[in-house]
């Protein structure tokens, strides 16, 4: 049943196969039972066309009730309709579509390029009263719940689905409390499609994220679905992966696989993390995967529109500690991520129970806005609109390019790192010593300052940051590992100047030799036991 409690059933395919396509001498005892008149011949016949082109027509024309739906099989399947030709549709036979004077007839018909359709519709229902006609016009949905299966070449399939389509979910937290998450640009939840009515995911009974994009245009949607679509291409395991698309009462939505946490939930889910060398160098290969992941986005050529965005102008607009309105650098031609926060990392165990993290949160638009400014004082960290890693380019009104990611990618990393040596307590103190007024008098924990100077608005990096990178240096366990992520994070990733950030690419080989050190070198990995 979907939606829950709305008395909208559906057949399984499974099941339709089972009990119809696949079992001829059942769908031979059934049709002899309906008409026992039938000759051996014809009743071959009709089993094998029921068999091998409308085992869905059989199963609603069974369900539908008795009467004319079971003496209509014959003729029906005489006149040629096959499953091919569901949904059937309505034929006017008139100029007006009011009065009710509607055929039911296949679906082709909508190409349909005659003046007069009285003669369109199908002959075998012709002599049905119209509330018998809409009966089955309506019942139909329930053998037409649609199949989400693999895409070709690794391109996600799209389905444009009819809004009376009963879609086949045996579990949808759309309606649950606090089971939705919101964005900018969309809103996620997780649904469990019926196991027959799935390819995308071999796992039992897996969950899926469906992401509702609040726009309904197509070109918004198609961009996302393009980027998302040809990142898929590249088989990142760090990147999460676009399954499927489909439009539904007017909205676009896209399928995801569903993850139990965001990085966020994980460090508050794993407050203590014991310092051992298998949890030390998941941490360390997780940053490797991520650095991977972004890298592979960083060098994905985009078509750069040369119009300035008016969406992203929005998101300053009447901010004084951002001038308003921020630069855009139109030179810019491949990708960036543009919100990498704790949030948008995910955390699966699917294939493995100590799990992988995943880059999400990308697509629509190269700029994630700043819903609100305002957050409570007890969650500095609230997942919508929270500017705590947002670039000091922003503020000074400076070109945003794919080095912005990279300052993102700073803060988780220091964050990450603080969690692995000392646990979330010591996340959330960090977040509290870095906690100060901005310029318009709202409370911020960003990683950097903004002060007036000479030459106008300056940044620099939060006195606090710079302090606590050194307290974990003195940490007891501080290894030369970690002394050289500290070292990254300081030199080349949190640098106010974007030219002076590190590329990803390089981010990624550092990090990769750092990998291969320490599953050589346990003392370098864990320091001093």
């Not at 199908?122 to 009966?135: F, N």
């Not at 119009?307 to 491949?334: H, L, N, P, Y």
């Not at 969650?379 to 080095?403: I, Q």
């Not at 007036?452 to 003195?474: A, H, Y």
């Amino acid at each position: 049943e979907w939606p829950p409690g709305q008395n909208s059933w559906f057949i399984p395919i499974n099941e339709i196969k089972s009990r119809v396509e696949d079992d001829p001498v059942t769908v031979r005892r059934v049709l002899h039972n309906i008409k026992p008149d039938l000759d051996e011949s014809t009743l071959g016949s009709l089993t094998n066309q029921i068999c091998t082109a409308s085992p869905r027509l059989f199963a609603l024309l069974l369900c539908n009730g008795g009467g004319k739906s079971y003496s209509a099989i014959q003729d029906l399947i005489e006149e040629g309709v096959t499953d091919k030709d569901l949904p059937l549709v309505r034929i006017y036979r008139g100029e007006s579509q009011y009065r009710r004077q509607w055929e039911l007839g296949r679906n082709s018909h909508e190409t349909c390029s005659l003046d007069y359709h009285g003669d369109c519709g199908i002959r075998s229902l012709s002599s049905w009263t119209t509330s018998e006609r809409e009966v089955l016009f309506l019942d139909q949905w329930m053998v037409m719940a649609p199949i989400f299966e693999n895409g070709t070449s690794f391109i996600p399939s799209h389905y444009e689905l009819d809004n009376r389509v009963i879609l086949p979910y045996v579990e949808d937290k759309e309606r649950g409390v606090g089971c939705v998450s919101y964005g900018g640009f969309s809103e996620v939840w997780g649904v469990r499609i019926h196991p027959a009515h799935q390819q995308m995911l071999s796992s039992q009974n897996p969950l899926f994220a469906v992401k509702r994009l609040f726009s309904q245009e197509y070109t918004a949607f198609e961009r996302e679905r393009y980027v998302l679509s040809q990142l898929a291409l590249k088989n990142e395991p760090h990147l999460i992966k676009l399954l499927a698309t489909y439009k539904f009462k007017g909205s676009y939505h896209l399928l995801f696989p569903y993850a139990k946490l965001n990085l966020r939930l994980y460090w508050r889910l794993n407050p203590a993390p014991y310092w051992e060398r298998t949890r030390a160098l998941w941490f360390l290969e997780q940053l490797l995967g991520l650095a991977s992941a972004l890298h592979v986005i960083h060098d994905f050529r985009t078509v750069q529109s040369k119009e300035f965005d008016e969406s992203d102008d929005q998101v300053f607009r009447g901010r004084s500690s951002t001038a308003g309105r921020r630069a855009i650098d139109r030179e810019e031609k491949f990708g960036r991520h543009g919100d990498l926060k704790p949030e948008n990392i995910l955390w699966f165990d699917d294939l493995d129970p100590t799990g992988i993290l995943q880059i999400a949160g990308f697509g629509l638009s190269r700029f994630h806005r700043l819903e609100s400014r305002s957050r409570s004082r007890g969650d500095p960290h609230t997942v919508n609109g929270s500017p705590t890693y947002m670039g000091p380019e922003l503020a000074l009104g400076r070109n945003v390019s794919r080095a912005y990611d990279i300052w993102c990618f700073g803060c988780v990393f220091l964050e990450f790192i603080t969690w692995i040596l000392d646990g979330n307590t010591a996340l959330e103190k960090f977040a509290d010593a870095r906690l100060a007024l901005s310029f318009d008098g709202v409370e911020d924990d960003t990683f950097y300052s903004l002060y007036n100077s000479d030459t106008g608005k300056s940044c620099t990096v939060q006195p606090e940051v710079t302090n606590w990178i050194q307290r974990l240096r003195s940490h007891e366990h501080c290894s030369g590992m970690i002394q050289d992520l500290l070292d990254l994070v300081e030199d080349k990733m949190l640098q106010v100047k974007s030219e002076d950030r590190v590329r990803s690419g390089e981010l990624k080989e550092r990090l990769k030799s750092m990998v291969t050190k320490c599953r050589l070198n346990v003392e370098y990995l864990l320091g001093d036991q």
